[in-house]
C-alpha cells in the first residue's frame, strides 16, 4: 500500500508514463579489446605470485592487474589450445592442451615435459582431462576413457580410480563399478552417490569441500551434496556442469556448459529459482585471493564480479542514457536527470519516467526539492541559455529564462531564499520567487549560504560575501586559490571545500585541513561532495571514483578514508553526483547509476603480492635469474616490479631501497626504479606494495646483484700493487745500501792505500832524519850515543814492518811505538825537548784497538811544527790516555811549543817544509769512524801569548 501512495504522490508532481524493472550485478568485461588473445576462454586460475591466468583457444594470458601478457606456440607451448593451468610445489605452471601433451613454465621459460611420449603410447585415442603434480615429482593423468594413471620419472603405473578432481592440495578420487558411481574422499572414507549408468565420456567430475564439513559435486547434469557418509541433496540441470565454486562469503556459484551460471546466496540450494546470469554461454567460476569472482566464458571472454553488493542501472537495462548529470533523494525515492533531457526516478528498485507537460530540455542541469512540494528544475534549451522551472503538481507553475548559463545552486532552508550562481551573476530567490541580483561580472561554480555569509567558489578559489562586500579567502590557504567545485558544512561548523587540482579542504576558525593524494584521496580533482552528517561521513566523487571520508567530531585529524572504483563494483570512476537513502550510497557517472548499502560492503585489507618484473642493464633487457655478476661498466640498473592486487590495480603505490647504496625507503607510484652510475659493490634491492587501502605486503620482493670492479680495484691487483710496491722500495733501499756500502769500502780501500802511502812516506824520512843523527854522532866519535840510536831505531823499524799490513792496532803496540818513536826524536833533540805518557787508569791497552797510526802524527807534529822551532827553554809533550764511558778512548797530545799560528808564519818563510801529508790523511779517517772526533785547542797566557797546542782525540772504541 505504501508504495502506491509514494507513486502516486510523485505522480501529482510529474506524469509518470511507466515504470521499468532494471537492476543488476556490476560485472566487468575483458575481451580481445582489453589483451585476451581470445573470447573463447576455458579456465581461470592465480599462482602464488599473485598473478592470474586465463586458457583460451589462442594461448595463455597472463594477468597482473594492469597487462595481459600472451604465451602461445611461439613462446614455446606445446598447442594453443590450453585447457588448464595449474602450479606445482616447486612454483612451476603447467599447462594441459588438446595435443594431449603438458608443457610448463620456469623462469619465464616454456619447457616441454619429458614424458609426453609416455601419455601418446598409453592413450593414443583419449584426451587428457585433468592432472596434478605432488611434492615427490609424480605426475597424475586422468583420461576421458575413464582411466588414471601415475607417472614417476619414466615407470608410468595404471591407477585403480577411474577418474580424480584435484581442490587446492587435495585430490577427490572416483571410481565406476558397473553402474555405480563411488567417490573416495580424502578423509580415506567413501559413499556411493548415484547408480544410474552414464557414458564414460560424460564423466567429468568436479568436486570441492564446503566450509560446514559436506562436499559438493558436479558431473554431467547432477549436482550433489553429500557428507562422509549420506547424500543430502541432490540437483538437475538442464545443461552439463562445468564448475563449482563456494566463494569467501559462502556463496555457491555453479557454472554450467552453454547455460550460464546460477548463484545460491548464502550456500542455499534449497531455493528453487537461483539468480541466473549469462544464459546460453559456458561458464567456469573462480575466486582469487581478493575475494574477486572470474567467471570464464567460451563465448565473450571473462567477467569479472568484485562483489555482489553492488547493483547497477545502465542503458543496457533500458535506463535509457548513461549520462547522468544530477540526484536528487526525496525520501526513498531518487530523481534523476540526463544530459539528453530525460528525468526519471527510482523507486523500490523500479525506474520511472517523467514527462514533464510542454518542456523540451536540451540538458537537465539540476533537480531539487525546495519549498513544500515545490521542485526547481534547470535545463538547458536550443537557444543557449538556461532556464529554471518551478514544478507544483505537474505543472510548470512558473518559468525564469535567465539568458545565462547555471553553474551552481544553493536552498538556505532556514532562511528559505533560493541561490543560484551563473557565469555572470548571483541571484536570490525569496519564497514568492522574487529575484534579487547579489553580484554581477562574476562566475559562481558554487555556493553556499551560512549566518549572513555566502561562500563563492570559482576559478580563481574561494570568495566570501557578507554585508555586500566581496573578499577574496584564497589568501587565507594555498589549497583555496584553485578552481572550487563544491562547498558545504557540517553541524561541527566545519566548512568543506572541494577543488579541481587541489583535492579537499575542511577550516573551521581559520584552522585549515587538506585531504588530498597523498592522504589517500584517489584524485586531487574533485567533482561531487555529499555529507551525511548523522554518521559523520563526507563522501567525495572525483574523476578516479568514490571516497568515503569518516572523521571524528572532536578531531578532523582522525579520520578514515575508503576507496570505492570499478575494481570494487562502480560502473564507472568519472562521477558526477552522489546521493544517499538510509544507508544506500547512489553514485552517478558517466555510464550509469551505481548503489550499495555502505555498511554491508566491508573493506577488504588483502596485502598486495609484489613480482620483480624486469631488469635492464644499460638499457639492455636481461633474464632476471642470471643478473648476479655484472661488469663494472654495467653500473645503470633499471629494475621493473609489479604489485599485484586487483582491487587497488594502477592506485598502488610502492617503497624500495637499495642497500649498498643508500638504506633510505623512497616512495614511488612508477614501478620502475632506475639506478645511475652505481660503483662496483655487493647490492640488495628490495621493494613492497601498497593497496589503495594502505596495506603492505607482507614479504618484499628482492633482487641481488654485485658489480664487480674494474682489475685495477680487485683485492688481488691491489696485493700485487703493494707487493710490486713493497719490493721495489726493498731493492731500491737494498741497491742504495749497496752502493753506500760499496762506497764506504772503496773510501776504506782508498783510506787503507793512503795509510799505506802514508807509513811508505813516514818510513824514510824517519830512516833520513835518524840516519843523519847516528852520522852526526858518529863524526862526533860519540858511539854511545851512535849506537842506542841505531838500536832503538832498528826496533821502530821492527813495529812499523810488522804493522805495514794491519789496519788496527793493539792501545799497548801504539804506545809501545810512541815511546821508541819519542826517545828516538829526544836523543835526536837532545836536552831541547821532554815528554810524559799517562795512561791514567787505563789497564786493559792490550786488548783495545785502534786505528794505526792515528796518534803518532799528532805527536810528530808537535814535535817538528811545534817543540822544534822553539828557541828558549825546554820543549814539554804531555800525552795523555784515558778510558770514558766504556767505550771512548780519549787521547789528548799537549805541548809547550810556539803555537800554530807562528807554526805557520814560519813554514812559509822557510824553503824546507816538513812533509805534513798524514795530518789530512788522519782527520778524514776520523771523520769516517761513527761517533769520533778530534779538537784542536791553542794555548795562550793572559796576554793572549801562544804558550803552545792541545789536541783532543775522542774515538769510539766500540764501533771500530
Same mark, same amino acid.
Given at each position: ?517 597523498? %592522504? ?388 812559509? %818563510? ?51
Amino acid at each position: 500500500m505504501f508504495y502506491f501512495k509514494r507513486v502516486y504522490f510523485f505522480s501529482l508532481l510529474f506524469f509518470v508514463s511507466s515504470f521499468l524493472f532494471a537492476q543488476k550485478l556490476v560485472f566487468k568485461h575483458f575481451g580481445i579489446d582489453q589483451g585476451l588473445p581470445s573470447s573463447i576462454v576455458y579456465n581461470t586460475f592465480q599462482d602464488s605470485k599473485g598473478y592470474l591466468w586465463f586458457s583460451t583457444e589462442m594461448g595463455v594470458a597472463r594477468y597482473d592487474g594492469f597487462n595481459f601478457k600472451i604465451y602461445n606456440s611461439e613462446d614455446g607451448l606445446v598447442d594453443d589450445i590450453v585447457f588448464q593451468v595449474y602450479e606445482d610445489y616447486a612454483g612451476r605452471i603447467w599447462f594441459r592442451n588438446m595435443a594431449k601433451q603438458l608443457c610448463y613454465l620456469e623462469n619465464e621459460k616454456i619447457i616441454e615435459y619429458p614424458g609426453n611420449d609416455l601419455l601418446q603410447i598409453k592413450n593414443q585415442e583419449y584426451s587428457v582431462i585433468s592432472s596434478v603434480h605432488n611434492t615427490k615429482d609424480t605426475l597424475f593423468v586422468g583420461f576421458t576413457s575413464g582411466t588414471a594413471i601415475c607417472i614417476a620419472g619414466k615407470k608410468v603405473t595404471s591407477l585403480q580410480m577411474s577418474f580424480f578432481y584435484p581442490n587446492k592440495n587435495e585430490l577427490f578420487w572416483f571410481k565406476c563399478i558397473g553402474n555405480k558411481f563411488i567417490a573416495y574422499l580424502p578423509t580415506g572414507s567413501s559413499i556411493l552417490l548415484y547408480d544410474t549408468i552414464l557414458a564414460k565420456r560424460s564423466i567429468r567430475p568436479v568436486c570441492i569441500e564446503l566450509k560446514n564439513g559436506n562436499y559438493l559435486l558436479g558431473n554431467d547434469k547432477r549436482l550433489i551434496l553429500f557428507n562422509n557418509s549420506i547424500v543430502l541433496n541432490k540437483i538437475s540441470y538442464k545443461s552439463r556442469i562445468y564448475s563449482v565454486l563456494e566463494d569467501s562469503n559462502g556463496n555457491i556459484w555453479i557454472g554450467t556448459y552453454a547455460n550460464g551460471v546460477y548463484f545460491y546466496q548464502n550456500g542455499n540450494l534449497q531455493n528453487p529459482n537461483p539468480v541466473h546470469y549469462f544464459a546460453g554461454m559456458t561458464v567456469s567460476v573462480y575466486e582469487d585471493r581478493e575475494q574477486n569472482i572470474w567467471l570464464a566464458t567460451k563465448e565473450n571472454g571473462v567477467y569479472l564480479l568484485s562483489s555482489i553488493e553492488y547493483m547497477s542501472y545502465t542503458k543496457e537495462e533500458q535506463l535509457g542514457n548513461n549520462l547522468i548529470t544530477c540526484l536528487e533523494a526525496v525520501g526513498d525515492t531518487l530523481l534523476i536527470g540526463f544530459n539528453n533531457g530525460q528525468t526519471k526516478f527510482l523507486y523500490n528498485q523500479k525506474i520511472y519516467n517523467i514527462n514533464l507537460l510542454g518542456l523540451n530540455s536540451k540538458t537537465i542541469l539540476l533537480i531539487k526539492n525546495t519549498f513544500k512540494n515545490t521542485f526547481i528544475i534547470a535545463h538547458s534549451t536550443d537557444n543557449f541559455w538556461d532556464d529554471i522551472l518551478v514544478v507544483e503538481k505537474n505543472k510548470i507553475v512558473s518559468l525564469f529564462k535567465l539568458k545565462d548559463r547555471i553553474k551552481s545552486f544553493y536552498f538556505d532552508k532556514k532562511n528559505e531564499k533560493i541561490l543560484i550562481g551563473t557565469r555572470l551573476r548571483l541571484f536570490e530567490y525569496s519564497k514568492n520567487l522574487k529575484a534579487d541580483t547579489l553580484l554581477k561580472s562574476i562566475r559562481i561554480n558554487a555556493v553556499y549560504s551560512d549566518s549572513g555569509k555566502i561562500w563563492i567558489g570559482n576559478f580563481d578559489g574561494l570568495w566570501l560575501l557578507m554585508n555586500g562586500k566581496l573578499s577574496y579567502y584564497g589568501n587565507h590557504f594555498w589549497a583555496l586559490r584553485k578552481n572550487i567545485i563544491g562547498i558545504n558544512k557540517s553541524k561541527e561548523g566545519l566548512l568543506w571545500v572541494i577543488t579541481n587540482g587541489h583535492g579537499l579542504v575542511a577550516f573551521k576558525n581559520n584552522r585549515f585541513y587538506s585531504i588530498t593524494t597523498a %592522504n589517500g584521496l584517489l584524485s586531487n580533482n574533485c567533482t561531487s561532495l555529499l555529507i551525511d552528517e548523522k554518521n559523520k561521513i563526507v563522501w567525495i566523487g572525483t574523476n578516479k571514483g568514490l571516497n568515503k571520508i569518516t572523521y571524528q567530531e572532536k578531531d578532523i585529524l582522525k579520520y578514515e578514508i575508503e576507496s570505492y572504483t570499478t575494481n570494487n563494483g562502480l560502473v564507472s570512476n568519472q562521477i558526477s553526483a552522489i546521493s544517499i537513502i538510509k544507508d544506500t550510497v547512489y553514485i552517478a557517472t558517466d555510464n550509469g547509476i551505481t548503489f550499495f548499502n555502505y555498511k554491508k560492503v566491508s573493506p577488504i585489507f588483502s596485502a598486495p603480492l609484489i613480482n620483480i618484473s624486469g631488469i635492464q642493464i644499460n638499457g639492455q633487457n636481461r633474464d632476471i635469474p642470471l643478473q648476479r655478476n655484472l661488469h663494472y661498466k654495467e653500473n645503470r640498473v633499471s629494475i621493473s616490479f609489479s604489485g599485484i592486487s586487483i582491487r587497488s590495480q594502477r592506485n598502488l603505490k610502492y617503497k624500495y631501497k637499495l642497500i649498498g647504496m643508500d638504506a633510505n625507503w623512497y616512495l614511488t607510484n612508477n614501478q620502475y626504479v632506475d639506478f645511475m652510475n652505481l660503483k662496483p659493490g655487493s647490492y640488495f634491492f628490495q621493494v613492497y606494495a601498497q593497496s589503495s587501502n594502505g596495506v603492505w605486503s607482507d614479504k618484499p620482493a628482492v633482487l641481488s646483484f654485485t658489480i664487480s670492479p674494474p682489475f685495477w680495484q680487485t683485492w688481488w691487483f691491489i696485493a700485487f700493487c703493494i707487493i710490486i710496491t713493497v719490493s721495489g722500495l726493498w731493492l731500491f733501499i737494498y741497491l742504495k745500501l749497496a752502493a753506500i756500502k760499496k762506497k764506504n769500502f772503496i773510501k776504506q780501500q782508498l783510506v787503507e792505500l793512503e795509510n799505506k802511502a802514508l807509513r811508505s812516506q813516514m818510513n824514510p824520512h824517519f830512516i833520513f832524519n835518524i840516519l843523519s843523527s847516528i852520522q852526526n854522532f858518529i863524526l862526533k866519535n860519540d858511539t854511545e850515543k851512535a849506537t842506542l840510536y841505531l838500536i832503538k831505531f832498528s826496533q821502530l823499524v821492527r813495529y812499523i814492518l810488522n804493522t805495514s799490513k794491519e789496519t788496527k792496532i793493539l792501545l799497548s803496540d801504539e804506545i809501545q811505538m810512541l815511546n821508541l818513536y819519542l826517545e828516538l826524536e829526544k836523543l835526536r833533540l837532545g836536552n831541547k825537548m821532554n815528554y810524559i805518557i799517562n795512561l791514567n787508569n787505563l789497564k786493559n791497552a792490550e786488548s783495545i784497538e785502534i786505528p794505526i797510526f792515528l796518534i803518532q802524527p799528532y805527536v810528530e807534529n808537535s814535535i817538528w811544527h811545534g817543540i822544534n822551532n822553539k828557541e828558549t827553554s825546554t820543549g814539554h809533550i804531555n800525552i795523555d790516555l784515558s778510558i770514558v764511558e766504556n767505550k771512548y778512548l780519549i787521547c789528548i797530545v799537549e805541548d809547550n811549543g810556539i803555537g800554530r799560528k807562528k807554526a805557520g808564519l814560519q813554514r812559509e %818563510n822557510k824553503s824546507y817544509l816538513h812533509n805534513s801529508i798524514g795530518m789530512k790523511n788522519i782527520q778524514q779517517r776520523i771523520a769516517l769512524l761513527y761517533d769520533s772526533s778530534v779538537n784542536v785547542e791553542d794555548l795562550t797566557d793572559s796576554d793572549g801569548n801562544a804558550t803552545g797546542t792541545k789536541v783532543i782525540l775522542k774515538i769510539n772504541i766500540n764501533e771500530l
